[in-house]
């Protein structure tokens, strides 16, 4: 059996821990949701805290279960993504997480990004094992530090593939990367602190501002986690 599967969980357990992923998920969707209309916050702002919510999330279920509660995990929030689709327009749940600016394809631009996700973490975890918390450090926090530098301070500078981009925003998903990457330091005992790292954690953390900048719209969180993964095994570990 793969290495991957060697501790498999026990049918109650699997069903107890299925149970707690998919309520904490309907919470986090719940909360975007309520931010959305209690709180008069864009749908840019509430789809964010959903996406980070759910990658940190994530990182504590790698940490403490391994891939098999990821995968569980990942099908749960599955389930809830699934429940918001269905609801379409006028439900909370959808509004909170689909962008009126995307108009007729509010849809698409929730269900291509979340099937990005669920690619590029479930390469990072096959591939790299634990190591993929990098990537969902980077894709959870890096990513999504976007949005909001860019929505306060940016001017748009860059239209391509991935969409309108900001200098600005550019730098925000820099600088959380590189904080991304110094939280996984500190989490994986795999890596350590040397003059190495001070030179990597920064060139790994440039190298995701422009992932996200020139990625395809949708797609990002594919690169987002598999880059980040990828150079930290080769740059970070012992």
Known sequence: MSPLFQEFPS??????????????????????????RNRRLSTGYT?????????????????????????????????????AVLAGPGNRFYEAIA???????RTYFIVIPYFATLIGGLVSSVFFGPLAIVGYLVG?????AGVPVGSLW???????????????????????????LVIAI??????????Q?????????????????????????VPMQIVPTVLAAFLLSK
Request: hydrophobic fraction near 55%; glycine fraction near 10%; aromatic fraction near 10%.
């Open 186 to 195: 500190i989490i994986r005992p795999e890596f350590h602190w040397n003059a």
């Open 154 to 180: 940016g001017k748009p500078q860059l239209n391509n593939l991935a969409g309108t981009k900001t200098f600005e925003g550019s730098i925000g998903v820099i600088v959380a990367s590189a904080v991304a």
């Open 47 to 83: 789809r964010k805290v959903f996406h980070v919510l759910i990658f940190l999330s994530v990182v504590l279920v790698q940490a403490f279960g391994g891939f098999v509660w990821v995968c569980i995990f990942g099908a749960m929030v599955s389930l809830v993504v699934a429940l």
């Open 99 to 105: 962008r009126e600016k995307d108009g007729a394809r």
């Open 140 to 144: 959870g926090l890096g990513d999504a």
């Open 11 to 36: 049918v109650s357990s699997l069903l107890s821990g299925a149970l707690l992923g998919l309520s904490w998920s309907y919470i986090c969707l719940r909360f975007a949701a309520h931010l959305r």
């Open 197 to 221: 790292t001070l030179v990597a954690v920064p060139a790994i953390a440039i190298v995701c501002g422009f992932v996200e900048a020139f990625s395809p719209r949708g797609w990002d969180n």
